[in-house]
């Protein structure tokens, strides 16, 4: 029958077939295991290899289960783990995992396909994944019909990521991508010798990373991929308030890489990039924000952002200067008379992001003023008339529109 509560007491249990749980059940242990020590706390391990410690699997989205609670236990792989997952769910819904620690699962940790509404208050995910077959700890997969839905990771913790630490794909049939994945509060902590996965990968939408932590990785920290298989991927995500720093890493890559609409990035602190920009938007990450952002490193600062999209707004970035203002003079000169601006910006601006003001009344009447050879050190202000013994005062402003 299905329901009820299941409280297991401290120590080891060994599983050598999946565990599976029924409908409306709680699945409570004692206490997770602490730094490595299996002895402590409730603890199921893999007895033989190729097992899934928890089976959360329905044969079909019409027969859905869930409305599960597992708490308070370790789920431990070891050396027999042989890929298999620690927990396999596949239409399962209202499923909360609080207090759950995932140790040395050397395959997928968290495997979800077309699973809704999952809460994860205070999981911690440690030495899981595999870098030679790609699997993340935690994996979310569209399946036939439909998409994972509403996950909310609440205060967790990655460590030791073998390879990348959460991966969303939408490369099942179904057309519709993963969404609403949210992050809180949750740290991510590479390895001493960090693999090449991204710590977030892939399709989903409608979500937030918020208030984390980023620490040694030599690839991207967040990389929002729209074209990982299916119709609709990543798109209107927001990363805000989180410490995005490589660490050790030895790759290339930026810290933030996006290709998804309506990305907004937005009053982060970004740290060590090892590649050429602290953020890369590509083309696709059209109509993006990037807005209150700080950047630091050990050597030379980067340029911070490598914009490719259409439409997107970057400004007010205390590191990236996307504003400046200043005073020149148009020389009794010419005509034309020129005068060439350097105007300290971190971009090349547009013509429409620069405002030239006279500042007095010349001897000789200036005529037409304006810029042109505008790059990315320089503009030249240019006015059609001699302005005479006087010169022509300016005052000038530049701001991304």
Known sequence: MAGGKVLLSEGGFGIASALDIPLFTILEGQTPMTDGNIAGGTVLQKSAAGVTLIDLESANRANRIGRTTIKHLTLYGNATDGEAPGIAARYADLVVLEGVSFRAIYGYALRCEECWDWRLPRV???????????????????GDDDNCNQFDFDSCRWEGCNWTAF??????????????????????????????????????AKSTIDKCFFWGFSAEAV?????????????????????LNVG??????????????????????????????????????????????????????KPLVNDASAGSIVRDNPTYVTENAGTGTLPNAGPPATVV????????????????????NPTNTPGLIWVDTIGAANFTVNCENDPGASALDFSWAVRRV
């Open 124 to 142: 911690e995910f440690s030495d899981c994944g595999d870098v030679t077959n790609s699997k993340a700890q935690v994996y979310l997969l569209n």
């Open 167 to 204: 991966e969303a794909s939408h490369g099942g049939a179904s057309p519709t991508g993963n969404y609403a994945i949210h992050f809180r509060r949750c740290k991510f902590h590479g390895k001493a010798t960090p693999h090449a996965g991204p710590v977030i990968l892939g399709g989903f």
């Open 223 to 243: 990389h929002l991929n729209n074209g990982l298989g299916g119709a609709v991927g990543s798109q209107n995500v927001k990363i805000s308030k989180s410490d």
């Open 248 to 301: 050790p890493g030895v790759g290339d890559s930026p810290i933030i890489r996006s290709d998804a609409d309506w990305t907004k990035i937005v009053d982060n602190h970004l740290e060590s990039v090892t590649g050429d920009y602290y953020i890369e938007l590509e083309a696709g990450a059209d109509r993006s924000l990037v807005t209150g952002n700080t950047t630091w490193n050990t050597a030379a600062l």
């Open 341 to 360: 601006i350097a105007h300290g910006c971190d971009y090349t601006p547009a013509a429409a992001d620069i405002v030239i003001t006279p500042t007095e």
